[in-house]
Nanobody, 118 residues
């Protein structure tokens, strides 16, 4: 299993980014996939997840209406579109494979850094 995130960068408050996670080594469409973040000096925080067929999505309350998770199973790629970014969104963003859709993550990428600052 390999997960490789990209797309993070420094952005001003109110800006947007699209994060990507390229997956390989497993049948991507068979698994829930999640985005999880870690802010400086804080613990891991689950952000969003999506079922393997894209039929169910969930979000943490703080990003609802601003972030959109999606996936392209033909490309084995997970995305997170982030809009109206706030300084409190600054974090290292990881994608993770979820075995059950209940937060049982067994594989993680290396993360991509999102910094929101003026």
């Amino acid at each position: 299993v390999q997960l490789v995130e990209s797309g993070g960068e420094l952005v001003q408050p109110g800006g947007s980014l699209r994060l990507s996670c390229a997956a390989s080594g497993f049948t991507f469409s068979s698994y829930y996939m999640s985005w999880v973040r870690q802010a400086p000096g804080k613990g891991l925080e689950w952000v969003s997840d999506m079922a393997g067929d894209g039929g169910r999505t969930t979000y943490i309350d703080s990003v609802k209406g601003r972030f959109t998770i999606s996936r392209d199973n033909a490309k084995s790629t997970l995305y997170l579109k982030t809009n109206n970014l706030k300084p409190e969104d600054t974090a290292l963003y990881y994608c993770a494979r979820d075995l059950t859709g209940l937060g049982e993550h067994d594989s993680w990428g290396q993360g991509t850094q999102v910094t929101v600052s003026s």
